[in-house]
């Protein structure tokens, strides 16, 4: 029931209204939109190249795992599935959604391949991909604690623990039968799945791809500096590269529509500490979400070839 309730679009619609509510009720709307439509026209192509090399990395990874030793033409395939995952998002109860299915875009370029395998590492990719988030972001804790940034004390112990839990998973999947173990209970299932596919993963092959994950994260993440320079904002790198990883784990959950209300909460809860324009930080976020969107809707163009 539960379930059922957290993943309704009903939920996620009112959650992400809501929170623009809140987020957006002390600023001038007028006056934000208008800054936001003063943006100049090339700034959305650029930002989309610029992400279009962590997508690309992202079409590395799935390859790997898939075929071990890929071509570029195999990265270029992934890599439009990949696009094609983002697109799907947009229509699914969450992200995760749409990267279950983005394999299918792959079945007549690889006809050799198993299904299973396609579907499978889209599931490990997911894994080692939200791994190195958890790892990125507790790093972003530490180094935001040396510098003197703020953040609440249970981020720490959350932070930690998803680690630990993290790190404690891959350990059981590697070194022992794992899956046949937590296999017996249905509600572990689909962890126990996971767990197999890891295990029959080569390590090589997983060290790779999560050392890929650690360098796409930060690119992305990058972006967002591009922004608040675009808006004027006195935002340096090292703010984001702090505030972004902790932002990005808390937008995992799936409680918003495309992040929309979380995401503008969650930015100025951060970075207005740093004594910055709560209305500047509302416009890099909102404009973030919508790069966001027009990246999705590459996936979708793509479509047609």
Avoid at 32 to 42: I, N, Q, R, Y
Avoid at 75 to 81: D, I, M, R, S
Avoid at 286 to 305: A, D, K, Q
Wanted: charged content about 15%; glycine content about 8%.
């Amino acid at each position: 029931m539960w379930k059922k309730i957290l993943s309704s679009k009903i939920l996620r619609y009112s959650f992400s209204i809501v929170l623009l509510y809140f987020a957006f009720q002390k600023v001038n709307i007028l006056a934000l939109g208008k800054e936001l439509l003063s943006v100049p026209w090339w700034t959305v192509p650029v930002l989309l190249l610029y992400l279009s090399i962590t997508m690309f990395i992202g079409g590395w990874r799935w390859s790997t795992l898939v075929l071990n030793k890929s071509k570029l033409i195999d990265v270029l395939h992934f890599t439009k599935a990949t696009y094609l995952g983002g697109f799907y998002g947009m229509f699914f109860p969450s992200a995760f959604a749409g990267d279950l299915i983005k394999w299918t875009a792959l079945i007549k370029s690889y006809p050799k391949i198993s299904k299973i395998k396609l579907a499978g590492t889209v599931l490990i990719d997911r894994v080692l991909g939200f791994t190195a988030l958890c790892f990125v972001a507790l790093i972003a804790l530490v180094v935001g604690k040396i510098k003197g940034y703020y953040f609440p004390d249970y981020l720490w112990w959350v932070f930690i623990l998803i680690n630990i839990g993290t790190a404690i998973f891959f350990v059981l999947a590697l070194a022992i039968d794992f899956e046949t173990i937590i296999g017996k209970f249905k509600k572990l299932s689909k962890i126990a799945e996971i767990a197999g596919l890891i295990r029959n993963t080569e390590n090589k092959y997983l060290l790779f791809v999560f050392l890929l994950c650690l360098i796409s994260e930060p690119l992305w993440m990058a972006s967002t500096w591009f922004i608040a320079l675009v808006f004027g904002l006195n935002l340096h790198l090292l703010d984001v590269l702090i505030f972004m990883p902790v932002i990005s784990l808390i937008l995992v959950l799936p409680i918003s529509v495309a992040g929309f209300g979380a995401r503008e909460t969650l930015f100025v809860y951060f970075f207005s500490q740093l004594g910055l324009p709560v209305d500047k930080i509302l416009a890099v976020s909102t404009f973030n979400g919508i790069v966001n969107v027009f990246g999705s809707l590459v996936g979708g163009f793509l479509t047609f070839f």
